[in-house]
């Protein structure tokens, strides 16, 4: 039995824009999903995942028979679990059969990576259990297959980071590379959760539409690109506040591509009144996360922020994909 960890991410800014080319910074976050992988004599994979977490994360069963699944209580997720262990089967050309557990801290379809991370641990743990060391940048490319598999569409930026871990800088058409910050990465992020969810691949398919109907949603999407290209800087220079400004007018953009939400709206400006540098959207929208740069007083913000969430976590940058 081979056991892996990898981590949730946060959007600084970028996401969307990323899916066309426009570059984004992002941060592992020290919340992970941990994927064990054995293989088993059974005819089918099993696949298990619980939530034991308090969060609320759906229960996922499945037992899947090499042409059929059988799946138990409720399936969000499952198909990227699917499909990630048949990818990494495949990269080792291994026939085995597998038995999969889960266990996430993270929630679903919240701007968290959650579907990145399950992907990434899924990929490394399965593969090492088959007898091969696969590199962290390897593990990416397999993640970002599985994610435009089961999306439809997918930019590297979340299975990308789960994998190296870090703040990294995402420009699909051009790099993907970690940043240097040392200053950055030790600075605590709030994130408020509504307790809601979006599909991602309905989300991006929603910024699809309007940015085909409208010249001006496609230029929204490439201001996003240049105010990111303005971030990067600010954040490899530890620059809190322009970092906070910057994202501020990231959330305005999102906003108007159509993604945000009145509890969305509502979890930004309790962290903001409560002195964050800045606070937006992280991920897909439609429901989740925000994320707020909190300054100098991360516990004043978190428990301002935690008025208008449901729940409240106070992050750092974490390290990538691991061995358990
Ligand atoms: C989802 O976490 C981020 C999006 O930009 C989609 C993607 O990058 O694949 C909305």
Redesign the pocket.
């Known amino acids: 039995m081979e056991t892996s960890s990898a981590p949730g991410?946060v959007?600084l800014f970028?996401?969307?824009?990323?899916?066309y080319g426009e570059p984004?910074v992002v941060c592992a976050i020290d919340r992970r999903v941990t994927v064990a992988a054995g293989t088993t004599d059974n005819t089918r994979d099993s696949i298990h995942a619980d939530a034991d977490t308090g969060l609320p994360v759906s229960e996922i069963r499945a037992e899947y028979d090499g042409e059929r699944t059988i799946l138990t209580g409720e399936t969000d997720g499952f198909e990227y679990i699917e499909t990630a262990v048949d990818r990494a089967r495949e990269e080792v050309e291994s026939d085995a059969r597998l038995e999969i557990e889960i266990e996430s801290e993270l929630p679903i379809g919240a701007?968290l990576?959650s579907s990145?991370a399950v992907v990434v641990a899924t990929v490394d743990a399965v593969t090492r259990e088959l007898g091969v060391e696969l590199d962290p940048e390897r593990i990416a490319e397999i993640g970002h297959e599985v994610?435009k598999e089961v999306?439809g569409?997918?930019?590297p930026?979340?299975t990308f980071t789960s994998a190296v871990g870090g703040v990294t800088y995402v420009e699909p058409d051009d790099e993907l590379r970690s940043l240097d910050t040392e200053e950055f990465s030790e600075t605590e992020l709030v994130v408020g959760y509504d307790g809601d969810s979006a599909p991602?691949g309905e989300?991006?398919e929603g910024?699809r539409r309007l940015r085909e109907e409208s010249d001006v949603a496609a230029r929204v999407v490439e201001s996003i690109g240049d105010l990111t290209r303005e971030g990067v800087d600010a954040v490899k220079r530890g620059d809190i506040e322009e970092t906070g400004d910057l994202m501020n007018l990231n959330h305005g953009l999102l906003e108007a591509l159509g993604v945000g939400s009145s509890s969305l709206s509502r979890m930004v400006w309790a962290a903001r009144d409560s002195g964050a540098e800045g606070a937006k959207i992280?991920?897909?929208?439609g429901g989740g996360c925000v994320v707020a740069v909190p300054g100098d007083d991360p516990e004043t913000v978190a428990a301002g922020t935690e008025i208008e969430s449901e729940r409240v976590f106070e992050v750092t940058v974490s390290d990538g994909v691991r061995r358990e």
């Open positions: 991410k959007f970028g996401e969307h824009a990323v899916v984004a701007g990576g990145a994610e999306q569409a997918a930019s930026a979340d991602t989300m991006v910024v992280t991920g897909a929208g």
